[in-house]
């Protein structure tokens, strides 16, 4: 008994379902009349209202109407209509009709028990009739004559849209202005909603948004929008795009007005083609397009940077044009080129596209080619050494760190050399302690992520402690102490100050000072002052030793405030 289980359940759960999956009213409630003649229905064959549409069998209403039912094919599922001169296309199960080249949109046919149902509007159409519903005696009225069609709310039951003025935001009526187009040719859609409508959308497949408008004009109670769409791809097929409506909030679900557009291929690329995918940081993108006769351009947008590239064909044939691009890239990443083509037409964005990878540099690439700064520079504790790094085109920027990886400078900026394309990087090394100083330059390319290092040395001179005193005047002394002295040789000494200090030394053994700036120089010294970028003061001091022993370098301020450093001379 087991098997017999399933298949009862799915035959009970069928017979519960089925009320929701159509609502049908009896055959007998419907009567079709034309310009006052009931139309005649065989018991197997006769009109149904589904889900509010009155759907009538279509070759036995067709006859009656007066049109021939020229060709079926059953497995397109189309047929041909003729009614005089007019020709009516049709695919069951589809929502449109094309009558003499034109598409009208109406309600989907369909086919339920091998009988093939149309809403009767889809026919009335093909003789130019009027449809009416009169909803108390469930008869729907045809008129050939405009004389005898008298309008009723149309409530659904004649096959057309429902209107629903008092409810929801509804879309009331559409007209496209073509449903023939080549690919890249605009469409403008004409949405006639109802008035609590603020903005109607172009759908594809109920999820893909095409357009959408918010800017209307009032036509009596009713408002007009208007909406645009270029399709890019050909269709072999008919394309389907739905229109709804909505309060600036929500959409209206159960009123959905549908079209269809066949879209052609008009001038269009026919191939792209590239060396090779993937180049190097700073290196040519090759990049060969074929495109219809008849493009006089193509264009390739970066989407990475937003850059535009334009070319003409280098050369054309019978049919097609070849387009060649040569693009430097230096950023690194995907880049991501939408094509877009210019005819006599315009210009317009095709739906192609080719992604391109830059990829770091190689590190072989990225050179420091020289070290550079002046012996003569001062070289104490706590001084910034001027150092000119030289590299080759490919570095982007240069940073200076100590032994320990901590950085101490950044250079992003840079000067040319003459008549090269090295560039030139400015740095401040800052001497950290007495004795040898190590640190790493380090050469980065534009990602920042590769880079080379060079070790480089800097070598403190002379003495490098700040003043002797308590009063903190004095930050640095610097000279040779090694420099081999005997009398009447000179030594120089910098020393760095706090602002508002003047400085003056006494000769060994004490004693007055020998010179004091501003008053002047002595014959046995010279002391020149310039300012620092801190707003102190930088003394560069020339001392001719007439006799050895210790000489004081004081600093004084005008409050009294002093400090001293000593330089001891021996032979």
């Not at 028990?113 to 469930?138: G, H, Q």
């Not at 877009?340 to 420091?368: A, K, M, S």
């Amino acid at each position: 008994m087991k098997k017999h289980v399933l298949p009862v359940m799915i035959l009970t759960f069928i017979f519960l379902l089925s009320p929701f999956l159509l609502k049908t009213v009896s055959a007998s409630d419907v009567t079709v009349y034309l310009d006052g003649v009931e139309l005649v229905y065989t018991l197997e064959a006769k009109p149904t209202i589904i889900n509010d549409r009155t759907m009538v069998p279509i070759r036995e209403t067709a006859n009656q109407l007066g049109i021939e039912v020229a060709d079926y094919n059953p497995e397109t599922r189309t047929m041909t209509l003729i009614n005089g001169a007019s020709t009516i296309m049709h695919t069951l199960n589809t929502d449109f009709i094309i009558k003499d080249g034109e598409v009208e949109y109406y309600t989907n046919s369909t086919v339920i028990e091998n009988r093939s149902l149309m809403p009767i509007r889809m026919l009335a159409s093909a003789i130019n009739a009027y449809v009416d519903w009169e909803d108390d005696t469930k008869s729907v009225i045809i008129s050939t004559n405009p004389a005898n069609h008298t309008p009723i709310p149309d409530s659904g039951q004649s096959g057309g849209p429902v209107q629903q003025p008092g409810g929801r935001p509804s879309v009331l009526a559409i007209q496209p202005s073509k449903n023939n187009v080549m690919t890249g040719e605009e469409i403008v859609i004409t949405v006639t909603a109802t008035a609590n409508t603020s903005e109607v959308r172009l759908m594809q497949a109920s999820t893909i948004m095409l357009a959408s408008s918010n800017q209307f004009t009032q036509s009596g109670a009713d408002k007009i929008f208007t909406l645009r769409y270029i399709p890019l791809k050909p269709t072999l097929l008919s394309l389907r795009l739905t229109v709804i409506a909505g309060d600036g909030v929500t959409f209206n679900p159960d009123n959905i007005q549908a079209f269809n557009i066949f879209v052609n291929k008009g001038l269009d690329i026919i191939s792209i083609q590239t060396q090779s995918a993937t180049v190097n940081r700073g290196g040519t993108a090759a990049i060969s397009v074929k495109a219809d006769l008849g493009i006089t351009k193509v264009t390739l947008v970066d989407s990475f940077d937003g850059k535009v590239y334009e070319v003409g064909p280098v050369s054309s044939s019978q049919s097609e044009s070849l387009f060649e691009f040569n693009i430097k890239l230096d950023d690194h990443g995907r880049h991501v080129f939408k094509v877009g083509v210019t005819t006599n037409t315009g210009y317009r964005e095709t739906d192609r596209q080719i992604e391109i990878d830059v990829v770091d540099t190689p590190v072989n690439l990225l050179q420091i080619l020289k070290i550079d700064y002046n012996q003569n520079d001062p070289r104490t504790v706590g001084w910034d050494v001027p150092v000119s790094v030289t590299t080759n085109d490919q570095v982007n920027k240069v940073v200076v760190r100590d032994n320990a990886g901590n950085i101490l400078y950044t250079a992003g900026s840079y000067s040319l050399t003459s008549g090269s394309t090295n560039r030139v990087f400015m740095v401040y090394v800052k001497i950290l302690k007495n004795g040898t100083n190590n640190y790493t330059i380090s050469a980065y390319d534009q990602t920042e992520k590769i880079y080379v290092d060079e070790p480089f040395t800097l070598a403190s001179s002379g003495s490098s402690s700040g003043g002797q005193g308590t009063g903190g005047l004095i930050k640095s002394v610097e000279y040779d102490s090694k420099q081999a002295l005997y009398i009447g040789s000179n030594i120089n000494v910098t020393v760095l100050t706090a602002p508002m200090v003047e400085l003056y030394v006494t000769k060994p053994g004490g004693g007055n000072a020998i010179d004091k700036l501003p008053s002047g120089a002595d014959f046995d010294i010279n002391i020149i002052r310039n300012f620092t970028s801190d707003g102190g003061y930088r003394y560069t001091l020339t001392i001719w030793v007439m006799e050895f022993g210790t000489y004081r370098i004081v600093a004084e301020t005008q409050g009294g405030n002093t400090d001293f450093y000593n330089l001891s001379f021996k032979q």
